[in-house]
Structure formats: C-alpha cells, structure tokens
C-alpha cells in the first residue's frame, strides 16, 4: 500500500472550495466594475458611470446577502478606494484604464513625429 496517495476532497471540501471560489469572484468583480464605474465618472461618461453604478450596487447586494460579515468588514474600505479612484476631469491619472487608452491613442497619432 502506498503512503504516497493524494487526498481526495470530501464533499465539505468541495462545497468550501466553490464557497470560496464564489466569494473571490464575486470580490474581484466587485473591484474592476466599481473601478470602471469611478474612471467612467471622471471623464464624465454619466450614462454608462450610471449603469456601471447601478451593477457595483447589485455586487454589493449579492455579497452583503450570501457574506455579511466580509461586507461589513469591506464596506468602508470600498468607498475610500472608490473616492480615490476618482480624478478630476481636466487632469491625468495613471492608474485610470481610460486615462491610459487616451494617452496611448494620443501616442500613436502622434508618432512617428515630424521632423
Ligand atoms: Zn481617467
């Protein structure tokens, strides 16, 4: 008999792994929709800010719902990240995915440069 076996997972071990699978996914996309909907906010894109808002809120709901107690652990972290994924219109942030599709546009029709 060998000693070298793999374990199997039981059944509460797969239902743990796809419960925290679940709340991963559910936490990731919490991240990049209420980034999405802070970058469309600053450039002023109200309609899909609106819509990107409305899905951030129906995230939070789901795992307010099936994680409380992550929810009211992240709750407060979420909105400072959110106000500082903010930036002003007129300004550039590195960190904002539309800033750098513009900067990047901006880049190749502009190069190579005149002489
Ligand atoms: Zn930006």
Not at 8 to 37: C, M, Q, S, W, Y
Not at 84 to 110: F, K, N, Q, W
Request: charged share 30%; with cysteine; hydrophobic share 40%.
């Amino acid at each position: 008999m060998s000693t070298n076996k793999r374990a199997v997972p039981g059944r509460d071990d797969l239902a743990e792994i796809k419960l925290r699978r679940r709340r991963e996914n559910l936490l990731f996309t919490h991240t990049r929709v209420a980034a999405l909907a802070a970058e469309f906010r600053s450039h002023g894109l109200s309609d899909d800010a609106l819509e990107l808002y409305l899905l951030q809120l129906q995230v939070e709901q789901v795992i307010a719902d099936e994680f409380p107690d992550e929810f009211e652990d992240l709750v407060a972290e979420w909105a400072e990240t959110e106000a500082r994924a903010e930036h002003h219109p007129a300004s550039s942030s590195p960190t904002c995915g539309l800033c750098v599709a513009i900067a990047h546009d901006h880049a190749a029709r502009t190069w190579p440069r005149a002489a």
